[in-house]
Nanobody, 118 residues
Framework: VELVESGGGSVQAGGSLTLSCAASVYVACMGWFRQAPGKERESVALYSYTAGITYADSVKGRFVVSKDSTKNTLFLQMNSLKPDDTAMYYC????????????????WGQGTQVTVSS
């Protein structure tokens, strides 16, 4: 499975960005994760074929995940961005389910940088 991300960039606080992640084949779980300098990688939003969508508390009400199943592409619409959202954003996937542990995700994209200035 190959994951190709796009859509990162720089934006001022309060702005919006949309990330996309295209998977080469169908997978049951796709998710967005992020890692800021000096911090651990954390889950942002998950899309599970069976369990639906979940969001981290820090992004609820601001970020929206959607999927184009015909193209195996996951989108992350990020609104009302804050400087704390600055991080490298990664797409990850698992063929069968959404693991609880980041280490159990089989496939990762190369990452796309999101920078939010105040």
């Amino acid at each position: 499975v190959e994951l190709v991300e796009s859509g990162g960039g720089s934006v001022q606080a309060g702005g919006s960005l949309t990330l996309s992640c295209a998977a080469s084949v169908y997978v049951a779980c796709m998710g967005w994760f992020r890692q800021a300098p000096g911090k651990e990688r954390e889950s942002v939003a998950l899309y599970s074929y069976t369990a639906g969508i979940t969001y981290a508390d820090s992004v609820k009400g601001r970020f929206v995940v959607s999927k184009d199943s015909t193209k195996n592409t996951l989108f992350l619409q990020m609104n009302s961005l804050k400087p704390d959202d600055t991080a490298m954003y990664y797409c990850a996937a698992h063929r069968l389910w959404c693991p609880d542990s980041l280490g159990d995700y089989n496939y990762w994209g190369q990452g796309t940088q999101v920078t939010v200035s105040s």
